[in-house]
């Protein structure tokens, strides 16, 4: 079965950066992209960008450009996200989520865990 | 303020039937990408709950339904029960800022 498996909680002062794993099991991890989407406290999903894990190409969300940098270790079957000049807004849970394939293209069809970021000084 | 409006809660007796309505413009839902809802339980991760308009994946009760029309999409649940206490959001693809993929704001669903 799909199973997306998320690296554990972060507490950053602001400034830093974090760098969040996703490590895939259950499917050929190169055949699907992965979104990274965050959830702040109380708050709507937010879409902060995908990678297609087969190429390594990138699509970032034109808010988070410049701060977000997603990557992949096909190897692996892990994908990551790493956040910078984190301020405490950026506290949130985020999720990585696997972008379905064929007539499902638009569909986020699994999720995982999520990983909470807290942000504070 | 999210690119697709939702209302923030409804609420239903068990076994009625309630509907949650998601709406878009012309550079997301109205331009023909598909709307896809997820359910998310207190403390838990979204789910996909209905996908591509109106389709279910396997597993989701047929008490869930999806529909779309123009720029606007509805959720209904029908024969509530306690267990569809949740969060419940919905996704398509907008079109213009170079295109995100985006949310609407959610909706509480309460079994009173």
């Known amino acids: 079965q799909v199973q997306l498996v998320q690296s554990g909680a972060e507490v950053k002062k602001p400034g830093a950066s974090v760098k969040v794993s996703c490590k895939a099991s259950g499917y050929i991890f190169t055949s699907n992209a992965m979104h990274w989407v965050r959830q702040a406290p109380g708050q709507s999903l937010e879409w902060m960008g995908w990678i297609n894990a087969g190429n390594g190409n990138t699509k970032y969300s034109q808010k988070f450009q410049g701060r977000v940098t997603i990557t992949r270790d096909t190897s692996a079957s892990t994908a990551y996200m790493e956040l910078s000049s984190l301020r405490s807004e950026d506290t949130a849970v985020y999720y990585c989520?696997?972008?379905?394939?064929?007539?499902?293209?638009?569909?986020?069809?699994?999720w995982g865990q999520g990983t909470l970021v807290t942000v504070s000084s | 303020q999210s690119v697709l409006t939702q209302p923030p809660s409804v609420s239903g007796a068990p076994g009625q039937r309630v509907t949650i309505s998601c709406t878009g413009s012309?550079?997301?839902?109205?331009?023909?990408?598909?709307v896809q809802w997820y359910q998310q339980l207190p403390g838990t991760a979204p789910k996909l709950l209905i996908s591509g308009n109106s389709n279910r994946p396997s597993g989701v009760p047929d008490r869930f339904s999806g529909s779309k029309s123009g720029t606007s999409a509805s959720l209904a649940i029908t024969g509530l029960q306690a267990e569809d206490e949740a969060d419940y959001y919905c996704q398509s693809y907008d079109n213009s800022l170079s295109g995100n993929w985006v949310f609407g704001g959610g909706t509480k669903v309460t079994v009173l």
């Open positions: 989520a696997r972008r379905g394939t064929g007539t499902n293209y638009w569909t986020i069809d699994y």
């Open positions: 012309s550079s997301n839902i109205g331009a023909g990408y598909d």
